[in-house]
């Protein structure tokens, strides 16, 4: 097809007789056609962006889907899901909903996997590559890895496994110069030095695990991509292409801004600007900028504080303004979340007072880090967990609701849940003032709110859980962010004229057996958590109060991967809204 | 001190003054002691043996306890205890259970870390190193790592983090080429390349990573030793240095046989011949030996299934014999449990029937990758747990009862629990056969029993309880191997004239709610499980029955990381004795 219009492209096959002319001009239409999307709907800008002729010419060279390509977080892969079925997604905005951010075997066979955590690509090609040797096949198996990810532990194991295959095995490496935020990691060095040497340089990380190499100084030039691929279409051998791309390529805001650019809501299209309102001074707080003001008040009164990411400085509050301002005392260690654990644990045994943030659906790479060089070890690093919440992201790879099961059956693990903005803030402060134990403080992503009822305690090392209302027969437990819609409940309650006791647990961790005990001639214990309901903190009492006269009903999440669920939807399936509780506890109380 | 016995070394300052004459004849001395004490009470044999004049050397030129040594693992510290004050557990039989087999801070100074996994030192390293830098402090800080250790993840994360240190930052890799079993991956053709060349070959892993490097090719030789880490003492950039060791060293056996000697029981000094007796061929088998020959029957019927290690073929009961009979069959993929796990997702993915086999331990590591990668992506792969069991391995590092709560809480991943040799048979076959479900099947480190009373069920997919024995009033439900206790106790029961209902539930990942509907008019429900109770199975019970009239009992473990328990005393704390269990039936039936 001389002329074309994007609608043509129906599967890979339509842009395989096109020649470069054609294909650069594919590209540019993709691209206008992602920006106007992007602009509108929001979504992983700049990492899109920047492999549009990278993902065009993976599919002009290999036979997808028989050759098959595993894209690494699959965050990048509009333009993949563009040329695979699904153009109207991301050109008729009636259609703009109708797939996922990341690559979903629901959606489309040439989606190998349901990625969003980093990292994992090279391993699950070299098994891919495995089977396909086993069955004695010959398809081209492909992984796509890069945007920071490369630094994430399964990344190096996979690379070291693939590079063993002794047959065909190709990692194309996306190295756009940056991560969410800036790159962090010796590794990053090597890669500079193979870029100023058109990747001629020596020590080659790459070889150095085994792989031949090939170098692609212009990674969004579809000539210099495509020779690239071509050249490596059948080897017989593991093989890495290192390819040069710009992130955010085509819109000049993410190309000069990639950290505010790798994941944003609607913006200006020709300024850049964002879209939605700046919120008035006045608002309430998030909680990463409660966390970040906090830090920053805790470092300047003691040198010895340090805030840790691992490679989400942004969800910890921190901004390039407030990094610069942390200096020394703010350290990013990259995606490598289990280093981020252990640079914690090393800082508290060397006497600082280390506090690092995670994405709560990202923290479970680091569990082995959490039981053994923090836990076990007792080491007093304070670990705070964004996103904990039913309320946070809602795709099916970003859930932050599996973290409380997780966590908490930890021993000598603490594990806070604050209930409001003040209760966060004396945690915290408590937290680094400590040095006897290991704290978990975990927040929703949700506006943190002013709770008048709320007493901080002025200590939890040991479970003490505030009854913030006394009343008799009926006790409703609401850990965290559900506190607040128990207290609902209780209001809806005392109104039918059931006064209810109602409680701020505080820890999800252990029991406080004390109060517990007073509830058990109660009629009903009703507990609510903003996680899975299994392993989680309910059961526990659930547990404790087994042989006790007093009904208890656990309230919580359903033990399930969902996907992009509605939030007030889910909720009522639940059980959990104010309105549905209170009728739970009258109904148990009959 | 010219003449000196192995008992005047109290701390490394005694042999600081020594000679490197005076330090070989220590280095013979120590090594013939740990001969001495290996042979009688058995342990990590190799990786102690290789490491005598390593260990030496390194307190000989570093300042300790000043300069910090992090061992990774720490399975190779017994000279490192004999010259920190605890010779007399090496040197004196009524001693030799005074020390752990790794490091532990409540033993002396001298240890950093309480360790037991693998792979973690050198970001545990990097954070003590950064938290120096921030207090202006100037001691070195060094972590030793080796031994098949080097492929785990975040020992890559803890290379490219520690590289950006900027400061005394050094690395010791014990090269014995060698894990427990061979090495496998990329990175150690690159250390035979660097061997081969005497350290000068390019390209070179640990100079991609951003370090320095130095190569001993003599890395039992006190000399060369002690040269490469004076070069090194007080550096102020990263920096690695590359030894070069025999594992096994000094006792011929063990160099010849260096698997079968990283960890034995007592043996013959002069032959090396196991002490123990070899079991009479018509024992019962053990779960290792079980799982091989079901395999080994599996991999011939079909050249799709393969069965993983990461690094523990001999836990898998894959011995260097089997491992010839499985072929291609049979992959390691070294110590890099998060590969073992994505490799199985993409042979699943590739139509193959992968079987990964874990230390329960040890599985952890891999959380994310059951969760996303298997579970989230529905994945027919089958994993084996070993040494799932309060009656496994009993150091505080090495734990076998956390397992339960981990993976039994990720949605979609089916956990199941066998009680006897042909209930493990049949689930592993089930598994195997079908291409639905993820599923992992928890053993327990004991001997396989056989027990005609359990009925293997045709499918495992739906929560299907066994009730082995329908009685009335009280339920005893009892996983995996505590079903067998359960039954004890409920003979016990019976000749006190109580009929229990005594259950198999063989799942731990979800309920049988019509079974249980059936429980719920009893006095009361009994749960056993081996494993943690917070977060484990019974708790599930307590919560689905929480607003029934029965009682409900969970049985288990405490949340704690017990070190070096006596499993009786265990038990029996935890009331997990049959008697204690019918006792405790007769008390809830008042």
Chains 1, 2 share one sequence.
Not at 187 to 208: A, D, M, V
Not at 235 to 240: D, H, L, N
Not at 307 to 323: D, K, Q
Not at 540 to 556: E, F
């Amino acid at each position: 097809m001389k002329d074309f219009s994007l609608e043509d492209i129906k599967t890979p096959a339509d842009i395989r007789e096109m020649d470069v002319e054609q294909l650069t001009r594919l590209a540019a239409m993709m691209r206008s056609s992602l920006l106007k999307k992007l602009s509108a709907h929001g979504g992983h800008i700049g990492p899109n962006l920047g492999m549009v002729e990278a993902v065009i010419a993976l599919h002009y060279v290999f036979n997808t889907p028989t050759d098959k390509i595993v894209f690494d977080v699959s965050h990048q892969t509009y333009p993949h899901k563009m040329l695979t079925g699904r153009m109207d997604a991301f050109t008729d905005p009636a259609h703009y909903d109708d797939v996922t951010g990341y690559t979903n075997p629901a959606e489309s066979d040439y989606d190998l996997y349901s990625l969003g955590h980093t990292s994992s690509a090279v391993a699950l090609a070299a098994g891919l590559a495995m089977a396909r040797d086993l069955k004695g096949d010959k398809e081209n198996v492909v992984a796509v890895i890069g945007d920071g990810s490369l630094s994430g532990g399964v990344a190096f194991e996979g690379l070291d496994t693939g590079a063993t295959l002794g047959s065909n095995f190709i990692v194309v490496v996306n190295d756009n110069q940056m991560s969410i935020a800036e790159n962090h990691g010796g590794i990053y060095s090597n890669l500079e030095l193979l870029r100023s040497t058109n990747g001629q340089g020596e020590p080659n990380l790459f070889r150095s695990f085994g792989y031949d190499y090939h170098y692609v100084r212009y990674g969004n030039d579809l000539h210099s991509l495509i020779e690239a691929f071509r050249a490596v279409k059948d080897s017989t051998r593991p093989v890495v292409v290192h390819i040069n791309t710009m992130k955010g390529m085509g819109l000049p805001a993410a190309e000069a801004n990639k950290e505010e650019f790798h994941y944003s809501g609607p913006f200006d299209l020709k300024t850049g600007a964002p879209l939605h309102e700046e919120l008035p001074q006045t608002a309430p707080k998030t909680y990463d900028d409660l966390f970040a003001d906090t830090m920053l008040r805790q470092m300047k009164a003691n040198p010895g504080v340090v805030a840790i990411t691992a490679g989400t400085p942004g969800v910890l509050g921190f901004t390039p303004a407030r990094r610069k301002e942390a200096g020394r005392q703010f350290v990013d260690v990259g995606i490598a979340e289990q280093a981020a654990v252990d640079l914690a644990s090393g800082l508290a045994k060397g006497g600082m007072r280390p506090v690092a943030g995670f994405v709560s659906s990202f923290l479970q790479r680091a569990y082995d880090q959490f039981s053994q060089d923090i836990a076990l070890n007792r080491q007093p690093a304070t670990f705070v967990v964004f996103y904990g919440s039913m309320f946070g992201m809602n795709d099916e790879t970003h859930l932050g609701f599996f973290d409380i099961a997780l966590l908490a059956n930890i021993p000598d693990l603490l594990v806070l849940a604050p209930t409001c903005r003040e209760e966060f803030e004396s945690m915290l402060d408590w937290a680094i003032g400590q040095k006897e134990l290991p704290v978990v403080i975990r927040t929703p992503g949700a506006v943190a709110v002013s709770n008048p009822q709320i007493e901080p305690a002025t200590d939890y090392s040991r479970p003490a859980y505030q009854i913030v209302r006394q009343g008799s027969e009926v006790a409703l437990i609401g850990a965290g962010l559900m506190f607040g819609i128990m207290a609902q409940a209780a209001d809806l309650l005392e109104k039918q004229g059931v006064k209810a006791t109602l409680i701020n647990p505080r820890e999800l961790s252990a029991l406080d057996t004390a109060t517990l005990d007073s509830l058990k001639g109660y009629k009903a214990v009703i507990t609510a958590e903003d996680g899975i309901i299994d392993g989680g903190f309910g059961q526990k009492v659930a547990s404790y109060l087994g042989q006790a006269p007093a009904k208890v009903v656990n309230l919580g999440l359903p033990k399930e991967f969902l996907n992009r669920y509605d939030y007030s939807e889910l909720q009522t399936r639940c059980g959990l809204t104010p309105q549905q509780i209170a009728d739970r506890a009258i109904s148990e109380l009959k």
